[in-house]
């Protein structure tokens, strides 16, 4: 059984920084997609970056790039996101998801996501 657990959201203020966390288990994800989405109040959930071990491919989002680093432990199953410079408008609910097909739609799995908060 595929399981995504994130972990590391909470307050910060504006300009400040987080690192997600998502253990991943239940399968090998070599050659996946493993992506960051988020959902903010009132809003569609939007693509935010992705990453593929083969190849080491990353994909951003316009609004995060410069901004925030999507990177992997292979060893731990492990996918993070980096998010520094926050600004309000990042607050939502982060998800880490996992397919086959990417970069930023066609996901399979999902975790169950992580409240991130930028006050300002």
């Known amino acids: 059984q595929v399981q995504l657990v994130e972990s590391g959201g909470g307050l910060v203020e504006v300009g400040g920084s987080l690192r997600l966390s998502c253990a991943a288990s239940?399968?090998?994800?070599?050659?996946?997609?493993m992506g960051w989405f988020r959902r903010a109040p009132g809003k569609e959930r939007e693509f935010v970056a992705a990453?593929?071990?083969?190849?080491?491919?990353?994909v951003y989002a316009d609004s995060v790039k410069g901004r925030f680093t999507i990177s992997g432990d292979g060893a731990k199953n492990t996918l993070y996101l980096q998010m520094n410079s926050l600004k309000p408008d990042d607050t939502a609910v982060y998800y880490c998801?996992?397919?086959?097909?990417?970069?930023?739609?066609?996901?399979?799995?999902w975790g169950q996501g992580t409240q991130v908060t930028v006050s300002s």
């Open positions: 239940g399968r090998t994800f070599y050659n996946y997609y």
């Open positions: 998801a996992a397919g086959i097909n990417g970069p930023t739609t066609g996901y399979d799995y």
């Open positions: 990453l593929r071990r083969i190849g080491g491919t990353t």
